[in-house]
C-alpha cells in the first residue's frame, strides 16, 4: 500500500510551530500537490514525510506502517528536489544507475541495463544516454531525476518544486508531460509547489497550507468554486477576490445583500443568513461591466485603471462607497478612465464569509457543482 496518513503532526522549532497539528491522508495513486506561499507548512510537511526532519509530535503512516521514526532509506520514498542534484561527473545512464547500485544486493548488470534503458525510453530520453548533464537542457535533466528517481520502484514519489528552475514556456510542457507520466505509472506522487497553476492542473486534489495549518483539502475545482475561507478566495486565482462587507436581508425568498454601493439579490437558501452581515467575495471573472442604466446592474462605479494580461483585461473601477472591484473582462472591449459603468455580478459566483472568522458560510455554484458530480 502506498497511501500515505498524518495523525496529529506537528512541527516546532523552538517556540515557532511551523506546522500544526496536521490530519491529512493521501490516496494511493493519488496526485497531490501541498500548495501555499513561503512558510505556509508544505515543504515541512514533505520533509516530515520524507525523514528528513524529525517530528516534533503525532505520528505518520505509509500504507500501515508507522515510519515515524524510520531514517529515510527505510521508508521507501523517492525525492526529486528543486535543483536536480545530477552528478555531473556521470553520464545519464550512470546517473539513473546509481539507486540500483547502491542497493544491496546489487541488481545484476543485465538487470540494471534493462531497468535504466526502460526507464529512459518512458521519459523520452532513451538516445541521451550517454550524456553528461552540461550537455543537456534543463528540461532534460528534470526526465533525468525522474528517471533517477522511478528507477527504484519506490511507494511514494515527493516532488519539491521540481519545475520551479525551467523557463515558463517549458515549465507549461513538463506539467503535460508529469500529467502523462503519472496516468502511465499510477504512483503516488506528493509534490510541493507555490504555484497555484502547476497545483490545478496536475492535481486530483490539492492542500492548500497557510501559517503552519491545512486551510482546505480538495479538488481543483472544490479549492477554486468552494473556497473554505477568505484565504482560499484571494490566494487561488490569477487576481485576488472582490471582497467587501455585505448587510444580508431577505426579500420575499431571496436573500438580498447590500455593500460597497451594491445591491445583489441571491436565488439561495441560506442558514446562516440569520446573521445580519458578512462578507461578500466575488472573483474578477464573475464582475461583468455594464451600462450604467443596465437594469442588469447592481450599482454603478468609474474605472480607475486598466491591466491589460495576454488574453485578458482586468478593470478597475470605484464605486459610490469608494469601495474599488475588480472585473476581467475582452481586451478589445477598452474602457476610458474616469468612464462610469454599472457591475453586474453573477449572483450564483458570489460566496459569503463570516465577518468574524472569515470562513466560509455559503460557497457560490455550489449546486453547479453537486449536480456535475
Known sequence: MSNVSFRSVSKTYGNV????????DI???????????????????????????????????????????????????????QNYALYPHMTLFENIAFPLRAKSPVPSASDIERKVRSTAEALGIGDLLARYPKEISGGQQQRVALGRAMVR????????????????????????????????????????????????????????????????????????????NTFIANFIGDREANLFPVE???????????????????????????????????????VELVAPDSSQASGVAEVVDQELVGADLYVFVKTGAGVEICSRRDPRQRLRLGEPVGISVRQGD????????????????????????
Open 248 to 286: 444580508i436581508s431577505r426579500v420575499g425568498d431571496r436573500l438580498e445583500l447590500a455593500g460597497a454601493g451594491l445591491t445583489i439579490r441571491l436565488d439561495r437558501a441560506l442558514d446562516a443568513a440569520k446573521a445580519r452581515s458578512a462578507l461578500a467575495g466575488i472573483r474578477p471573472d464573475s
Open 153 to 228: 520502484d519506490p511507494r511514494v514519489f515527493l516532488l519539491d518544486e521540481p519545475l520551479s528552475n525551467l523557463d515558463a514556456r517549458l515549465r507549461i510542457r513538463m506539467r503535460r508531460d508529469l500529467r502523462a507520466l503519472h496516468a502511465q505509472l499510477r504512483s503516488t506522487i506528493v509534490y510541493v509547489t507555490h504555484d497555484q497553476s502547476e497545483a490545478m492542473t496536475l492535481s486530483d486534489r490539492i492542500a492548500v497550507f497557510s501559517d503552519g495549518k491545512l486551510q482546505q483539502l480538495g479538488t481543483p475545482e472544490d479549492i477554486y468554486y468552494r473556497p473554505a
Open 27 to 81: 490516496r494511493e495513486g493519488e496526485f497531490i500537490s501541498l500548495l501555499g506561499p513561503s512558510g505556509s507548512g508544505k515543504s515541512t510537511t514533505l520533509n516530515l514525510l520524507a525523514g528528513l526532519q524529525d517530528v516534533s509530535g503525532g505520528r505518520v503512516f505509509i500504507g500501515e506502517r508507522d515510519v515515524t521514526d524510520l531514517p529515510p532509506e527505510k521508508r521507501d520514498l523517492a525525492l526529486v528536489f
Open 17 to 24: 510551530r511551523a506546522l500544526d497539528n496536521l490530519e491529512l
Open 350 to 373: 458570489v460566496h459569503l464569509f463570516d465577518a468574524s472568522t472569515e470562513v466560509c458560510i455559503s460557497p457560490g455554484d455550489a449546486g453547479i457543482l453537486e449536480r456535475q458530480e
